[in-house]
């Protein structure tokens, strides 16, 4: 069964930038288009970035030119690199496979605060 842990979240000042690593079992990047979700109290999971298992990549409007998705050579950490954080990026940011879901893993909290 395919699993993911998310690590790197932490607080950052606005402005500021984080890497966000998430390892994936069974080489699932390798063979699965995968995302990084964000969800905060009260809303739904939406999806930050997505990468394709060929390479192409994804943004949601809120990020595009400040987040970039990618994975390794090995194809087994995705990851999500942050760059000008805004407040409103507040979240839990997940990772998991476009579609098909898997399971959730623990997620990762980022919290950008002044």
């Known amino acids: 069964q395919v699993q993911f842990v998310e690590s790197g979240g932490g607080l950052v000042q606005p402005g500021g930038s984080l890497r966000l690593p998430c390892i994936g079992t069974?080489?699932?990047?390798?063979?699965?288009?995968m995302a990084w979700y964000r969800q905060t109290p009260g809303r739904q999971r939406e999806v930050v970035a997505s990468?394709?298992?060929?390479?192409?990549?994804n943004y949601t409007d809120s990020v595009k030119g400040r987040f970039t998705i990618s994975t390794d050579r090995a194809k087994t950490t995705a990851y999500l690199q942050m760059n000008t954080l805004r407040a409103e990026d507040t979240a839990i940011y997940y990772c998991?496979?476009?579609?098909?879901?898997?399971?959730w893993g623990p997620g990762t909290q980022v919290t950008v605060i002044s």
């Open positions: 998991n496979l476009l579609s098909s879901l898997r399971a």
């Open positions: 069974r080489n699932a990047f390798a063979f699965y288009d």
């Open positions: 990468i394709t298992k060929f390479g192409a990549t």
